[in-house]
Every structure is written in structure tokens, then in C-alpha cells.
């Protein structure tokens, strides 16, 4: 298995049709992710990628003629709180929100009504996920990766590609890869994924991408201490040299009040078992130091 | 984005809150204008606070009183000619000092780990909050608003008598439930009254009787959410931002200046974090945070380099792109432009990765720039050029 996306995964892409959709959509399908629908209103009945893809006017039709259960959102800011609650309304189980520039305040409610509707969202700003040799859903770019078992979870996007390269390049694969996103109110956390890939079955270790801002770094440490006690288990942080009081292009990448360290983050990622690493290209090996073997 | 008090106490007001008048002085024979009204209205004293984007105005002796006009002129000259953390300040605010009982501290914030707004108080105001987290973790109550209701009364009634706010009940909740509101009808990440005062005011009759008042605010806007208010926009105040933080923001590039001698042009936030801290790894200092964003097109990289480079201390600069929405032989080709109109020559090392890199190292391997192929070697390779620029 891998988790949030694979082979049988049915994605319906909202805004197939503009610019970064049929981009990125096109990525998909060249994966090998089944790409099932495309959703622009006005524009139902015809087709994208070559006619590969059909275009309906709303998510439920698209569930409905498709059997999508996967949703990725690249609609602006202004409309993607709305295509998020679209999603989880039609029945969709897995929403990937890939827009960047929403307000904060936003997500609050879409994130309370998501989780009610039994649904889960990823993102918003994030890249997306990948279970390498399977499927991806969002933009990081298929060739980073490698098929393998461990499990990588990661607030960045380049940052996450760097990682991933340089464990690809050492022969160490992943099992999936997700981005959970940059801003201060996401749908999914740290923690979440990490209880994701200790339920998985061919997650075999795990790797922490951090950044300044917030504690989402420390409580999955917390958990992950007592629950993956036997995981391999690697961590990079970035923002060590970052000012406090500044926004470090991310929404969420501040440290205010003294809270939100690089340094707090790593010190309860080494307390909870994680090797820490000072550059991204250290992580292939320090798994294999904390006993990684595939 | 942050705002100055005078502008968040605006808001504040026009959401119903109490704050006691005031008035903006940019000189000090303003200053005596407004306070000769204040004491006019009936002042004993008038308080003068510093104008700037900074906290601890108080203990940079920026907050002072004054008991005539004349006073008022002399302390608002002692304060303008004050810099606060390096920001000179340029105006002041002047309103009738508050008869205070005592002090609380209140706030609306976005609470990042319970996805929700969060309302804080404490009875210990008018002091650091987070000094106060600190030392006596206790003396905070919070509550979370609910996440499609917003603050309910019952919350703001349950954080006064916590407080110890029972005798201002309706003042206090209507307070209370008002911060939430201006959170939310402004897209605010953090709404701040400290102090929150209880305060004495003597009646025309002669009677004194007290009553809740917001004496100072602090408001935070989320830059995100500024395309739905065009009128805050106004807020933004030009004499505090940076010049180059305003090309950035125009030029649609994240910039922040920092004190180092390597500049750095990376693609993505989370990289060019790490970019930074791979030059302090290995022994310089970061001149900047600068993330390009996906998709950079030849004149963004152009004015990026126009921005790192309008920083004198630069004297070598870092460039890594790991292309993936960002094609390598775009960014490439803005680098060869920004050269080619560059005024002083700065050792660059570039390093390309990614979508479309093959095409970027033909490029600037014919246009003779260094490269490198790993982030690490990168990074020690920018530090050699500075060092040797120094020497």
C-alpha cells in the first residue's frame, strides 16, 4: 500500500482547463495517475489533454459520470475555499488543494466542514503527493522519485524535491511523498501523516521536512516518540538562520514571540528519535544510520 | 501586514470598540495644537506615543506624559528625534491620559494548531504577553471561538468573570466578541488590546465612575486577504517599508533583507531557507531571503538580481533553482540579461537542477558562469567567493 494516493486512486482536477490545470495535468496522466475528470464550470461537455480528459460543469457530475474520489484544486485563491467544499460535497474523500494566497481565515470554517463531511484536505499551498511507480496528484515533478518504502512528509515544495533527489540518488525510495503546505491553517498535519504511515504497511521509515513557525513540528515528534518507537526515522528543518518576527515567504514560516524555532523543532525532533539533518542531502545517510536497509 | 496603532484603534472603532480620542502629530508644534485641545476638553495630563511598527516603544522611552501644552511640544521633540530598534520615528499619537484602575490584556488570534481563533486574556496587562506565558502560564485564559459561529456570548461571559471582569460584564463582552469581529471583518491574524484598562472618568457633575477602555491596539493583517480590502491598503505605511521590500512586493518577488555579504535567489520559501542556512553552515552570512516563486520568467530573475545587487555589502551572490513549475534555461537566460546590465561584477555560483537544467548548463556554460551540481557544494563554494573578495 501507500497512503492519500495509488494506482486506483480517480482524480478529478478543478480548472483543468486553465493554465497550471492542464499543465500539471498533463504531468498526471503522463505518471500514470488515472486522471478522470476535469471540472470548469461553463464548460461541461467537452474535453482536455487532447480529448483525453472529460470537462464537467460541477464535482458532482464528475463523481457521478467518473466515479472520481480524489480531488485536485487549482482554482484561484479567491474561489478555491469554495471548490474545497464543492469537493467534500460531492462525496470526494481526498482533496488536494494546491492554491496558494488564501486568506488564513478562510480555511477555518472549510477545514471544520471538511472533516464533518468525513472527507480529508491536503493543502491548501501545497505540492501535492506522490506514490512513486503509482500515481501523483499536485506538481512535484515525477522524476524525483524512486519506488521504495519510506514514507516522506514535508511542509515545502523545492525543499521536499531536493530531499527526495538526493534519497532517489542514493537508492533509497519512497513510499508516498506528500506536501502538507506552507500556510498556518492546513487540512492535514504533520501528525496526521505520520499516523498514516505507521498504519501503512510498506512504510518502513519515515522523513520529517520541517520549517519555522507554529508547533505542528514538535507535537508530531511528541507522537511519533512513543508510536513509530521502532521506525528509522530522519528529520531536516529549515529556517535556522531566519529572522524572528519576519514572514519567511511562507504564510506560516514565522517565528513570533520566540515560538516557532528552527531550533525548538530540532531539539524535540532529535528528543523523539529523529536523526536531524543539517543540509537535505545528509538524510540518505542518516536513515541508514538510524537503520534504514532498503 | 502590520499596521500603526493610530490605524488600528481607527478599526477598532468602527466596530463599536471604546477607545478614548486621540490625535496624529508628525511635528511637535502639532502635537501642542492637539493637546491644548485635550486640556481644553478637560485633560489632567496627556499621554505621547511614538508612531512605529515596533514593540517596546515604552521601554525606549517613547511613551511619555505631559501636564501643559507646552510640556506635550517638548516630549513630542524628545520622541521624534528618537529611533526605536532603527526605525526614526516620525509621528506621534496624543490623547488624554487614562485615570487607570487596572490593567488586563485581551486578543483575538489565529491559533495555528487548533485551526481556530482563539481569544486570550489575562489580568495581568499592560507587561510583555509573552513574558507572562512564561513566567505565570496560568494567569493566560484562552477559549477557542467556534469555527462557523464565530466568539458566542457565553465565551465572552466566561472569560470575564475568569478574568475578574464581573462588575463590566456587558462592557467586557461586548469587547470581547467585538476583537473576534474586527479579526474577521478586516482578515486580521492578530487583534491586540494591552492594555485593556479599567478606568476612572470624572462627570461633568464631578462624579467618577469607571468604566472598560481599549488604550492601545495592535493589529495584524493578513497580506493575503488585502485584494478583498483595497481601502487597508491605504494603511501600509511608506515610511516604514524598506525600499526594497516595495520593488519586491511590486515585482511580485519575497524579499527580506538580512545582514550578510552572499546574496541568494532561490525558488521556493522552504529552499531558499534552507539555502540560507547552508551558507551560514558553511561559515558566511545570508544577505537575504529571496524566493523567486514557481514559474519565474527571464525579467523576474532580471529584477532579482537588480535587488540583491542595490545591496552594497553583497560580494558574492548564490543562485538555486530547482526547476520544477520554474523551467532552468528561463531562469538562465535572466541571468545572462541582469549581467549584462549589471554595474558592479560580483562572483556569482549558480546551480541548476530540475525541469529543462540540461538546457540551463549549455547556457551559462557558453556565457562562462560558475556552476555547481549539489546544494552543499554550492553554498561553500559562494563563502570561498566572498571570503576572497574580503581579502
Not at chain 1, 503509482?134 to 530531499?163: F, M, N, Q
Request: glycine share 12%; aromatic share 4%; net charge negative.
Amino acid at each position: 500500500m501507500s497512503i492519500l494516493i495509488d494506482k486506483g486512486s480517480r482524480v478529478v482536477v478543478h480548472g483543468l482547463t486553465g493554465r497550471e490545470g492542464s499543465f500539471h495535468g498533463e504531468a498526471m496522466l503522463a505518471y500514470g495517475t488515472r486522471v478522470v475528470a476535469g471540472m470548469t464550470p461553463g464548460k461541461g461537455g467537452q474535453t482536455a489533454l487532447d480529448g483525453r480528459v472529460p470537462v464537467f460543469d460541477t464535482v458532482v457530475d464528475a463523481v457521478r459520470e467518473t466515479g472520481a474520489d480524489t480531488s485536485c484544486i487549482f482554482v484561484p485563491a479567491a474561489g478555491a475555499p469554495d471548490a474545497v467544499m464543492e469537493a467534500a460535497a460531492a462525496g470526494i474523500r481526498t482533496i488536494f488543494c494546491i492554491t496558494e494566497g488564501i486568506p488564513a481565515l478562510d480555511m477555518i470554517p472549510v477545514v471544520e466542514k471538511v472533516r464533518a463531511a468525513g472527507a480529508r484536505l491536503i493543502g491548501p499551498n501545497c505540492p501535492g503527493a506522490t506514490s512513486p511507480g503509482r500515481a501523483k496528484v499536485g506538481i512535484i515533478p515525477g522524476s524525483v522519485h524512486r519506488e521504495g518504502r519510506v514514507g516522506v512528509v514535508s511542509r515545502s515544495g523545492t525543499l521536499t524535491y531536493e530531499a527526495v533527489q538526493a534519497m532517489t540518488d542514493a537508492g533509497i525510495g519512497q513510499s508516498t511523498c506528500v506536501g502538507i503546505g506552507g500556510d498556518p491553517v492546513i487540512g492535514t498535519t504533520f501528525l496526521e501523516v505520520l499516523q498514516l504511515f505507521a498504519a501503512d504497511d510498506e512504510t518502513e521509515a519515515v522523513v520529517l521536512i520541517g520549517e519555522i513557525g507554529g508547533t505542528a513540528e514538535e507535537t508530531a515528534a511528541a507522537w511519533a516518540a512513543e508510536h513509530l518507537r521502532d521506525v528509522p526515522k530522519a528529520a531536516f528543518v529549515a529556517g535556522r538562520t531566519a529572522p524572528e518576527g519576519k514572514r519567511m515567504g511562507h504564510a506560516g514560516a514565522i517565528i513570533s514571540g520566540g515560538a516557532g524555532t528552527a531550533a525548538s523543532k530540532v531539539a524535540a525532533l532529535e528528543a523523539a528519535g529523529f536523526r536531524v539533518a543539517g543540509s537535505p542531502t545528509e538524510l540518505p545517510q542518516l536513515l541508514r544510520d538510524a537503520g534504514y536497509r532498503g | 501586514m502590520k499596521i500603526q496603532e493610530a490605524d488600528a484603534k481607527s478599526l477598532l472603532v468602527a466596530q463599536g470598540l471604546p477607545v478614548p480620542p486621540w490625535e496624529v502629530a508628525h511635528t511637535a508644534a502639532e502635537a501642542h495644537v492637539a493637546a491644548e485641545r485635550f486640556f481644553v476638553g478637560g485633560a489632567d495630563q496627556v499621554v505621547i506615543k511614538a508612531q512605529v511598527l515596533v514593540g517596546g516603544r515604552g521601554k525606549a522611552g517613547g511613551v511619555r506624559l505631559a501636564a501643559t501644552a507646552d510640556d506635550a511640544e517638548r516630549v513630542a521633540d524628545a520622541i521624534l528625534g528618537l529611533e526605536i530598534k532603527g526605525i526614526p520615528v516620525r509621528k506621534v499619537l496624543v490623547g488624554p491620559a487614562a485615570d487607570i484602575v487596572k490593567e488586563y490584556y485581551l486578543s483575538a488570534v489565529l491559533d495555528r494548531a487548533s485551526r481556530r481563533i482563539i481569544l486570550m486574556g489575562s489580568a495581568e496587562g499592560g507587561v510583555e504577553i509573552e513574558q507572562v506565558a512564561v513566567d505565570r502560564p496560568d494567569a493566560i485564559v484562552t477559549t477557542q471561538a467556534d469555527p462557523l459561529l464565530g466568539l458566542l456570548p457565553f465565551q465572552a461571559r466566561q472569560m470575564a468573570f475568569r478574568l475578574g471582569l464581573g462588575a463590566h460584564l456587558k462592557d467586557a463582552v461586548a469587547i470581547a466578541t467585538g476583537l473576534v469581529r474586527t479579526m474577521q471583518a478586516y482578515d486580521a491574524d492578530l487583534v491586540e488590546i494591552n492594555p485593556l484598562a479599567i478606568v476612572n472618568e470624572t462627570g461633568a457633575d464631578g462624579q467618577v465612575s469607571s468604566r472598560l477602555q481599549c488604550l492601545d491596539a495592535k493589529i495584524t493583517l493578513d497580506d493575503s486577504a488585502l485584494y478583498r480590502h483595497p481601502s487597508l491598503e491605504a494603511l501600509r505605511d511608506p515610511d516604514e517599508e524598506d525600499p526594497a521590500d516595495r520593488v519586491a512586493r511590486e515585482a511580485g518577488l519575497t524579499f527580506i533583507k538580512l545582514d550578510g555579504t552572499i546574496g541568494c535567489m532561490v525558488n521556493g520559501a522552504g529552499l531558499a531557507m534552507t539555502t540560507m542556512d547552508l551558507v551560514k553552515r558553511a561559515g558566511g552570512e545570508p544577505a537575504n531571503f529571496l524566493d523567486i516563486g514557481g514559474g519565474a520568467r527571464a525579467e523576474k530573475v532580471a529584477a532579482a538580481m537588480r535587488l540583491i545587487l542595490a545591496d552594497p555589502k553583497v560580494n558574492a551572490i548564490l543562485v538555486n533553482i530547482f526547476g520544477g513549475i520554474t523551467r532552468g534555461d528561463e531562469v538562465a537566460r535572466g541571468l545572462i540579461a541582469a549581467r549584462e546590465q549589471q554595474e558592479r561584477d560580483v562572483p556569482m555560483v549558480v546551480r541548476i537542477v530540475g525541469t529543462n537544467a540540461e538546457e540551463a548548463a549549455v547556457l551559462l556554460r557558453e556565457a562562462r558562469f560558475e556552476t555547481a551540481a549539489t546544494l552543499d557544494e554550492a553554498a561553500e563554494r559562494a563563502v570561498a567567493a566572498s571570503r576572497s573578495a574580503v581579502a
